[in-house]
Structure formats: structure tokens, C-alpha cells
């Protein structure tokens, strides 16, 4: 890739996954040539996001539909419009939400590093719930409910699948019980498809995804789903907003009384979408819903086949294609044995990665001696490679 080159950069095979530091996911060509049409023109974003958000509800069985920069821009804006929702004085003060519902609840085995997406809003999380499991630990419903108060403007669920935690259904039924919206981050739960639809079938208000994860989107694109007169709010505290009451594109929501009048650039306004994006998204989402989990794993066991085969005996490491219901998509995973291990796997990685050409493979379990080929963003000839500097890391390593 000579852009990258003229940068004094080499790229990298990418063999982890749909990972956002190494750029996310292969955009199909039509996807890319969606993008470079909708820049070639101009075109209402806030029309152009209508569009799109009945291209995403029909997609996923929501209300209403919004493009989003990312998952993590999706519960930033989700957590926003739950906590304001058509009130334009409060939009205007955000992220300062004294004296507004600013709480939001979350079972404690739930917490995790995106959370900041949430508190961005200036909410703060009461958490629900222990992390004592196996056993009699975890969270109980009730402890849910008793973390409900005057203050709580949501619950959040992000869907990870941590032993103990209230499932999402009953989560959604406490919640409604006393008013309040759910919101879901099921960022990384595609594939299977049917996840689509199964968040917001379950009782979820607003459901994230990444667009650049599987559906194959943009990088800096996501999906919001749910509730309609939430994602008004989203659109409102989004979009450019630098209009006069009188040529608002929503005037009719003043004149009507949905609105006191137009908000100023809003809490959402750094996070914004071009319509380069929606169109990659939009593009992306369609072919994503028209192709089959079986087919994508189909296609992820040849490319697997291909690295295994110049990959050849490697009698020093266990070796396991990893998949599930949950996620069709097979990984190979290669476990060092021994006290080593760990230190095996971690060289392993990083020489990969210091090699020629570059390749990036799965390292989130080297703590424990394993790493992952993961089939994703590979072509064919890039698995053959990948399978042939394995070898040679694994002979080098396993001699010295
Ligand atoms: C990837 C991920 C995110 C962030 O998604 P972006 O689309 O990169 O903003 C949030 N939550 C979870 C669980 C994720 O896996």
C-alpha cells in the first residue's frame, strides 16, 4: 500500500480479528465505493441519518434507527438522551447534570473499561450486585431494583457473559417496572445475525453496535438502535445545529410545543458522522444482513484449513479450532505447555509482530500461554503466510 509506504509505514497482516488499533475490519469494495459516492455530493444529514435509521430498524426490529462514529459514541449519546430527553436547557448544560436524573445502574460484574462512554455524560454508575460467583454470589434481581431511585435515568447492560450477572430480559423488566430505559452494549455480538434483533426482542430501549467490527463498516462508524423519541433526542444533541429558529429544518417541533426551541451545538457535536460514513455503514448493514453466519464460518474454516496446512505438525503446542453458538466464527488458538509458556507466547507475538512482513495475531490469553489466529480480515494468500512465520517462530522458539 504506497500511502502507507510514502508514510515510512509497514502494514500488517492482520490475523486478530476486527481489532480498532490495527484499523478495524476489510471494507468490501462496494462498501468503499458507497463512501466515495455519498462524498462526490452533498445531502441534509439529518434526511440522510432519517434514511438510514429505517434501514437500521428494519434491520434490527427497533423503533427507530441512528448512525453513530462508533459503539462507544452510541452509549454516549443513548446515555444522553435518557438522561435529558426532549428538554433543550438540559441538553444545553450537559455534560453538568446537577439536579437531573444522573445516575445510571449497572450490575457490578458488568462494569468494564467502556464505562467511560457512560460516565462522559456526566452520570455516575451505582452498581448492582457482587462478583461473588461460583456459588450463591452474583446479583440478584432485587438488588437491581433496590438500586433504582429518583435519580436513575438508565440501566445499562452491556451484553459480556459474566457468570452470576441478571440476564437482559429480566433486567428490562425491572427497569420498565419503574420507568426507566435499558441500554445494551452488544458492541462485539455480531455474528450470529439473529443477535440483530434478539437485544431489542428481549426489551432492550437503545441496543449499540460497532460498524467496523463484523458487519464490516467504516472504522469510525456504529450503529444505534431503539426507541424513537430517544433517538430525537440523539439527533438532537448530534447534529449541526447551527440554524435559526426560523429555517430549522424542525420548526414545526417549536411551533408544535415538542421543543422550547432550536438547542445549540450539543453535548453529541464532537462526535460527529459524515455522510461518507452513513453511506459505508448503510452499504455495509445490507450486505451484512443479506450474507449467512454459515457461510462467513464456512469461509473462516477454509482460510483456517490454509493456515494450518503451512502451518504443518507442530507437536509442541496443543491446537484447538475455537467456536460456538454464540460465535460461529472459528479461531485457531495454539497453547504453549510448560512453566514457559507464558514468556513463549508473549515472544511469539511480538516477533510476529517485528517480522517481515508484520503480523498482528491474537493476544489476549498469552497470560495464560495460548495465542490466536483469528480468520476475520485474512485472504487466502495471507493465511499461507501467516502459517509459515508461525513454523518458524515455533522452531525458534522451542529450540532455544
Ligand atoms: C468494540 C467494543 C466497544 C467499542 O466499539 P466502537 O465501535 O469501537 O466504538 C464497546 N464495547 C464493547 C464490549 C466492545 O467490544
Known amino acids: 500500500m504506497s500511502f502507507y509506504r510514502d508514510l515510512g509505514l509497514d502494514s500488517v497482516i492482520n490475523a486478530a480479528g476486527t481489532l480498532t488499533r490495527l484499523g478495524g475490519t476489510r471494507m468490501h469494495p462496494e462498501v468503499v465505493a458507497a463512501m466515495a459516492e455519498a462524498a462526490a455530493s452533498f445531502v441534509p444529514i439529518d434526511e440522510l441519518q432519517e434514511a438510514a435509521g429505517r434501514v437500521i430498524a428494519e434491520a434490527t426490529g427497533a423503533e427507530a434507527g441512528y448512525v453513530v462514529t462508533g459503539a462507544a459514541a452510541g452509549l454516549s449519546l443513548g446515555t444522553a438522551a435518557c438522561v435529558v430527553g426532549m428538554d433543550v436547557a438540559k441538553m444545553d448544560r450537559l455534560p453538568d447534570t446537577t439536579g437531573m436524573r444522573n445516575e445510571v445502574v449497572v450490575q457490578r460484574g458488568h462494569r468494564n473499561s467502556y464505562d467511560h462512554a457512560i460516565r462522559a455524560v ?16 452474583g446479583t440478584a434481581p432485587w438488588q437491581i431494583a433496590a438500586a433504582i431511585s429518583e435519580r436513575t435515568a438508565a440501566v445499562a447492560c452491556p451484553i459480556l457473559n459474566t457468570p452470576g450477572t441478571v440476564a437482559l430480559p429480566e433486567v428490562c423488566a425491572i427497569a420498565h417496572a419503574h420507568g426507566l430505559p435499558v441500554i445494551v ?22 441496543v449499540v453496535f460497532s460498524g467496523g467490527k463484523a458487519i464490516g463498516g467504516p472504522q469510525a462508524s456504529g450503529i ?5 423519541d430517544l433517538i430525537a433526542s440523539v439527533a438532537l444533541q448530534h447534529q449541526d445545529m447551527d440554524v435559526h429558529p426560523e429555517t430549522w429544518s424542525r420548526r414545526g417541533w417549536i411551533s408544535d410545543g415538542h421543543v422550547a426551541g432550536v438547542p445549540h451545538q450539543g453535548f453529541g457535536r464532537s462526535m460527529k458522522v459524515g455522510r461518507e460514513e452513513i453511506a459505508g455503514l448503510i452499504t455495509a448493514l445490507r450486505r451484512f444482513v443479506d450474507g449467512s453466519d454459515e457461510q462467513d ?16 505438525e507442530t507437536p509442541s503446542l496443543k491446537r484447538e479450532r475455537t467456536y460456538s453458538d454464540d460465535n460461529p466464527i472459528p479461531s485457531l488458538t495454539l497453547t504453549f505447555d510448560g512453566v514457559d509458556a507464558p514468556k513463549r507466547a508473549v515472544a511469539m507475538v511480538n516477533q510476529l509482530m517485528a517480522g517481515s512482513p508484520r503480523i498482528a495475531v491474537g493476544q489476549s490469553y498469552v497470560d495464560v500461554g495460548r495465542v490466536s489466529v483469528n480468520p476475520f480480515s485474512l485472504t487466502e494468500e495471507e493465511a499461507a503466510v501467516v502459517g509459515h512465520r508461525i513454523r518458524e517462530e515455533i522452531s525458534r522458539l522451542t529450540t532455544a
Open 224 to 228: 444505534l438502535a431503539g426507541r424513537a
Open 297 to 312: 464460518a464456512q469461509h473462516a474454516h477454509l482460510l483456517l484449513d490454509i493456515v494450518e496446512s503451512s502451518l504443518g
Open 185 to 206: 452494549d452488544a458492541a462485539a455480538e455480531l455474528p450470529p445475525r439473529r443477535n440483530l434483533r434478539r437485544f431489542i426482542d428481549e426489551g432492550a430501549d437503545l
Open 122 to 137: 456526566g452520570v455516575t454508575f451505582v452498581e448492582a450486585g457482587y462478583l461473588g460467583f461460583p456459588g450463591a454470589g
